[in-house]
């Protein structure tokens, strides 16, 4: 199951993806909505991260977006750190129960 990353901070993105890449994870990271909105269009993203500097407004209008195109769980993400570890403890593990879940 592909997870879809969006946070505004390219270099936190880019942290984020190699976690979960060298992990094993499929994963995408945009820092728009504009470039989320794209690809959750494909229907190939079952999990999306939002990440915590995505403001309110965005956020809600993202997760409605989200719910038309197959995606099964959304999480609300904000970083901690170290960041890899965070990544490791919460997010891999919400995604691994969506694939689960199938």
Known sequence: MRTLLLGRTPARVAQVLATLRADGFDAEGVSTDEEARELLETEEFGVLIVGGGVEPDSRAAIKDFAAQYRVRRVIDGALAE????YVRGEFEALIR?????G
């Open 97 to 101: 129960e969506a694939i689960s879940r």
């Open 82 to 85: 170290p960041f890899d570890a």
